[in-house]
Protein backbone atom coordinates (compact mmCIF):
# COMPACT_ATOMS: atom_id res chain seq x y z
CA UNK A 1 0.00 0.00 0.00
CA UNK A 2 1.15 3.35 -0.81
CA UNK A 3 0.01 6.92 0.08
CA UNK A 4 0.83 9.95 -2.15
CA UNK A 5 0.73 13.85 -0.34
CA UNK A 6 1.11 16.57 -2.76
CA UNK A 7 2.17 19.95 -1.62
CA UNK A 8 3.01 23.57 -3.32
CA UNK A 9 -0.10 24.54 -4.73
CA UNK A 10 -1.36 27.66 -4.78
CA UNK A 11 -2.31 31.28 -6.26
CA UNK A 12 0.27 32.42 -8.68
CA UNK A 13 0.12 35.49 -11.15
CA UNK A 14 0.74 34.29 -14.52
CA UNK A 15 4.44 33.87 -15.19
CA UNK A 16 5.20 33.10 -12.38
CA UNK A 17 6.67 29.85 -10.97
CA UNK A 18 5.63 27.18 -8.56
CA UNK A 19 7.63 23.84 -7.47
CA UNK A 20 4.71 21.22 -6.55
CA UNK A 21 6.05 17.90 -4.18
CA UNK A 22 4.93 14.77 -3.60
CA UNK A 23 5.95 12.55 -1.09
CA UNK A 24 5.15 9.12 -1.31
CA UNK A 25 5.09 6.11 1.98
CA UNK A 26 6.92 3.17 1.92
CA UNK A 27 10.40 1.99 1.56
CA UNK A 28 9.40 0.92 -2.65
CA UNK A 29 9.26 4.48 -4.50
CA UNK A 30 12.12 3.53 -6.43
CA UNK A 31 9.79 0.84 -8.33
CA UNK A 32 7.04 3.21 -9.63
CA UNK A 33 7.14 5.60 -13.04
CA UNK A 34 5.86 9.00 -11.17
CA UNK A 35 3.68 11.02 -12.89
CA UNK A 36 1.75 14.50 -12.60
CA UNK A 37 -1.60 14.78 -13.99
CA UNK A 38 -3.95 17.96 -13.71
CA UNK A 39 -7.96 18.37 -14.09
CA UNK A 40 -9.50 21.53 -14.60
CA UNK A 41 -13.26 21.35 -13.69
CA UNK A 42 -15.67 20.59 -16.52
CA UNK A 43 -12.32 18.14 -18.47
CA UNK A 44 -10.67 15.48 -18.05
CA UNK A 45 -7.64 14.27 -16.01
CA UNK A 46 -4.46 14.74 -18.38
CA UNK A 47 -1.53 13.64 -18.10
CA UNK A 48 1.48 16.13 -17.58
CA UNK A 49 4.70 14.51 -17.04
CA UNK A 50 6.01 11.37 -15.67
CA UNK A 51 9.00 9.92 -14.66
CA UNK A 52 10.81 6.19 -14.98
CA UNK A 53 12.06 4.90 -11.91
CA UNK A 54 15.81 5.62 -12.08
CA UNK A 55 14.59 9.23 -13.72
CA UNK A 56 16.18 7.70 -16.93
CA UNK A 57 13.14 8.65 -19.18
CA UNK A 58 10.82 11.87 -18.64
CA UNK A 59 7.34 12.62 -20.36
CA UNK A 60 5.50 15.65 -20.94
CA UNK A 61 2.54 17.03 -22.24
CA UNK A 62 2.97 19.00 -25.51
CA UNK A 63 1.20 22.15 -23.21
CA UNK A 64 4.05 22.16 -20.98
CA UNK A 65 7.50 21.55 -22.75
CA UNK A 66 9.80 23.58 -22.14
CA UNK A 67 7.90 25.11 -19.06
CA UNK A 68 7.34 22.21 -16.79
CA UNK A 69 10.19 19.82 -15.09
CA UNK A 70 9.74 16.47 -13.32
CA UNK A 71 12.14 14.93 -11.13
CA UNK A 72 12.41 12.61 -8.35
CA UNK A 73 15.01 11.60 -5.09
CA UNK A 74 14.58 8.14 -5.08
CA UNK A 75 16.97 8.84 -1.42
CA UNK A 76 13.78 11.41 0.16
CA UNK A 77 10.83 9.04 -1.68
CA UNK A 78 9.63 12.65 -3.74
CA UNK A 79 8.93 13.56 -6.94
CA UNK A 80 8.74 17.17 -8.13
CA UNK A 81 7.28 19.25 -10.81
CA UNK A 82 9.16 22.59 -11.37
CA UNK A 83 6.42 24.99 -13.23
CA UNK A 84 8.02 27.94 -14.80
CA UNK A 85 6.24 30.14 -17.04
CA UNK A 86 2.87 29.73 -15.53
CA UNK A 87 -0.48 30.65 -17.76
CA UNK A 88 -3.74 31.07 -16.77
CA UNK A 89 -5.02 27.49 -18.86
CA UNK A 90 -2.77 25.47 -16.31
CA UNK A 91 -5.41 26.16 -13.68
CA UNK A 92 -6.47 22.78 -12.27
CA UNK A 93 -5.76 20.54 -9.56
CA UNK A 94 -2.91 18.54 -9.90
CA UNK A 95 -2.45 14.99 -9.02
CA UNK A 96 0.41 12.80 -8.02
CA UNK A 97 0.54 9.14 -9.38
CA UNK A 98 2.04 6.25 -8.75
CA UNK A 99 2.58 2.87 -11.53
CA UNK A 100 4.26 -0.23 -10.79
CA UNK A 101 4.64 -0.79 -14.36
CA UNK A 102 7.98 -0.19 -15.88
CA UNK A 103 7.50 2.14 -18.55
CA UNK A 104 5.50 5.33 -18.98
CA UNK A 105 1.76 5.71 -19.86
CA UNK A 106 -0.54 8.78 -20.17
CA UNK A 107 -3.56 7.17 -19.32
CA UNK A 108 -4.95 7.71 -16.07
CA UNK A 109 -6.72 4.11 -15.11
CA UNK A 110 -3.48 2.98 -15.61
CA UNK A 111 -1.70 4.14 -12.40
CA UNK A 112 -1.77 1.96 -9.35
CA UNK A 113 -1.65 5.31 -6.93
CA UNK A 114 -3.17 8.56 -6.04
CA UNK A 115 -2.71 11.77 -4.10
CA UNK A 116 -5.76 14.03 -3.34
CA UNK A 117 -4.19 16.41 -5.29
CA UNK A 118 -3.29 20.20 -4.93
CA UNK A 119 -5.16 23.40 -6.04
CA UNK A 120 -2.56 25.72 -8.84
CA UNK A 121 -4.50 28.77 -9.76
CA UNK A 122 -2.48 30.94 -12.29
CA UNK A 123 -4.07 34.60 -11.69
CA UNK A 124 -4.72 36.73 -15.58
Known amino acids: QVQLVESGGGLVQAGGSLRLSCAAS????????MAWFRQAPGKERDIVAAITRSGGNTYYADSVKGRFTISRDNAKNTVYLQMNSLRPEDTAVYYC?????????????????WGQGTQVTVSS
Open 26 to 33: GRTFSSYV
Open 97 to 113: AADRYVLITTTPSTYDY
